[in-house]
């Protein structure tokens, strides 16, 4: 396995060195990436361009260019990169010579005002006001421009905020700012001011560097720039963050796929690997902050070494104040993949198809280990920041949790396997909701038999035996196809467990007295994996695979079960052993018969 770099932190989740905390909607970030805080031209003539219609025209191309986010047909923003276009220099400089309120500065002092407008002051302690020109045009309040800007507004003050229980007064976004210019309008009109701020001030979203992360403060009335899908609103990820058209919705969070404006993000391709205006959006149920420093704290530890077969986390942000109430809404956002391994295994179905994905699934498998392995090792350092998860609790807490099909995703650019649904936060409240961690698990089909059996140790070794059941299931896949991974498999091993339920899980238990009870093999899936050994296509690859998966990661007892770093090694030659030798994967071996 890669050594990876150790990463640098202290404190967990928001308080890790790598969170950039931003709260001014991304506007420093947008700027700098876009280069609109160059300085304005210098060899522009002191008189612009007779444009004696250039406010009511800029009016018109602000109305025209507006969204209106999805869900929502009353609130609007107006995209950023119209935005900028709009109050480029030239029209900036028009409208200071067309505004009566301006008319006593000499040409010099409004080419010096347009210049300032535009880009801001240079010694960096002004900022420019080209969003501020725009509110004010929109709402008709353009005279009232050197107003505001004598009372020092400037575009890093909006939005204006409404004041709670005060009849609507407005106040500035920086707390140390007082502003009297934005209360002298009747209450209405403040109203439509602080909205507009807002259109104005849809955030826009990016990751600066690998090891930095930003997560922005957003409130109630800020205009998320989510646009309505062709003939849809914003759909959901089923599982894991692939295609579907219903929320997925579970204890701890829900999935939804969404669609921002491709002017209000950016990210390297390394990131944002489908190419497209699609992520997944993921809300937490809980407003504990400490639920969110959780989540976030294993998902940023796990983006270290730049390891493409784990989900890379995009940014967060939170909404204060969110649904009326005093706390947060905490909310992750990550790449939208093509599907989970489900959905890639049901479009990939030919027999013609399945044939050339040998060598690729060998490849897959193994850094799909070598994923696991590396949340399991960063897993521990995040427990050291834990203060409620007591040392003898680590095994306990330090492992993955829900290893499955449906939360392996298929990114179809860079055709790839990912893992997801790793994060702490969701482990933790999952266990803290149960009084029994045991009981919490005994729906799972892929669950290890530890969670059924009287001395079983919930551990990492439970995530060696939910991979083994995922990995014998691509193999079956690989071999037979999708009617057989779907449908005749879980239909060959199911049987009425302990507790007198139909039960497709991999492991059968064994009653020895009230209280003492043990696990062994299912027969039926150790018959299932003779039947595959038989295959025509079965080659030395698949058999030695198959004996790997039923010997050393289904085996019962966890104590001998085979441990991440030996899984890794083996997995990882059996890939390279696929890449340099073909007849390894292709030739079929003596034991096959062909049964049709």
Not at 254 to 280: M, Y
Not at 542 to 566: G, N, S
Request: glycine share 4%; with cysteine.
């Amino acid at each position: 396995m890669p050594s990876w770099p150790p990463p640098i932190r202290s404190k967990l989740g928001l308080e890790d060195p790598r969170v950039n905390i931003v709260s001014d909607r991304g506007d420093k970030l947008y700027r700098h990436a876009h280069h609109t805080s160059q300085p304005a031209p210098t060899d522009h003539p002191n008189s612009p361009p007779n444009s004696p219609h250039v406010i009511q025209r800029a009016r018109e191309q602000l109305e025209d260019g507006f969204e209106n986010p999805a869900g929502s047909a009353t609130r609007v923003f107006i995209p950023l990169d119209l935005l900028y276009k709009i109050t480029n220099f030239e029209t900036i400089y028009s409208i200071i010579n067309s505004l009566s309120c301006c008319k006593g500065l000499s040409p010099a002092d409004r080419k010096s005002l347009a210049q300032e407008v535009y880009s801001g002051k240079g010694n960096g302690r002004h900022h420019p006001q080209r969003k501020l020109l725009a509110v004010l045009i929109i709402t008709n309040l353009h005279e009232d421009f050197i107003k505001f800007i004598k009372d020092g507004i400037e575009d890093s003050c909006l939005p204006l905020q409404v004041v709670a229980k005060s009849k609507d007064r407005l106040k500035c976004r920086n707390a140390d700012h007082s502003h009297q210019a934005i209360n002298e309008y009747k209450r209405l009109q403040r109203l439509t001011l602080s909205q507009w701020t807002y259109a104005v001030m849809a955030p826009y979203f990016t990751k600066p560097s690998s090891d930095q992360h930003v997560h922005y403060i957003l409130d109630q009335n800020d205009v998320l720039p989510i646009l309505q899908e062709n003939g849809r609103g914003p759909s959901a990820a089923p599982a894991g963050m692939s295609s579907g058209s219903d929320p997925l919705a579970g204890a701890f969070s829900h999935v939804q796929r969404v669609k921002f404006h491709p002017g209000h993000f950016h990210f390297d391709s390394e990131d944002h690997p489908n190419e497209n205006t699609l992520f997944a959006l993921k809300k937490l149920n809980s407003a504990n902050k400490n639920d969110f420093n959780k989540e976030l704290a294993s998902l940023l530890s796990c983006q270290n070494g730049g390891d493409k077969h784990l989900i890379k986390l995009l940014f967060t942000y939170e909404i204060k104040g969110a649904e009326g109430t005093d706390s947060s809404a905490f909310c992750l956002v990550f790449p939208w993949a093509q599907g989970d391994l489900w959905q890639f295994w049901m479009i990939h179905q030919a027999p013609s198809v399945r044939e050339h994905k040998c060598v690729w699934m060998a490849e897959q498998c193994y850094q799909l280990v070598s994923a696991l392995r590396h949340v399991h090792n960063e897993r521990e350092n995040d427990l050291k920041y834990l203060p409620d998860v007591h040392e003898d609790k680590h095994e306990l807490y330090g492992r993955h949790g829900d290893v499955k099909a449906k939360n392996i995703l298929w990114f179809q650019r860079d055709d790839i396997l990912v893992m997801t649904d790793f994060g702490l936060g969701r482990l933790h409240s999952k266990i803290s909701a149960s009084n029994d961690t045991k009981s919490s698990e005994r729906t799972a089909t892929y669950r290890a038999p530890e969670f059924d059996t009287t001395r079983g140790k919930i551990s990492r070794a439970c995530d060696i035996y939910s991979i083994g059941c995922m990995f014998l299931e691509f193999v079956t896949w690989h071999l037979e196809g999708w009617k057989s991974v779907h449908d005749d498999f879980p239909q060959s091993r199911n049987e009425l467990d302990q507790y007198k339920f139909d039960s497709d899980v991999f492991f059968t238990i064994e009653e020895h007295s009230a209280d003492q009870r043990s696990a062994i093999r299912k027969s039926k899936v150790s018959a299932w994996i003779t039947r595959l050994k038989q295959n025509p296509h079965c080659s030395e690859y698949h058999t030695q695979f198959l004996d790997l998966i039923e010997e050393h990661m289904l085996e019962p007892d966890a104590q001998k079960r085979i441990k991440a770093p030996k899984l890794e090694r083996e997995l990882r030659l059996f890939a390279e052993t696929c890449r340099s030798d073909s007849s390894y994967y292709k030739e079929p071996t003596s034991d096959a018969v062909d049964h049709r």
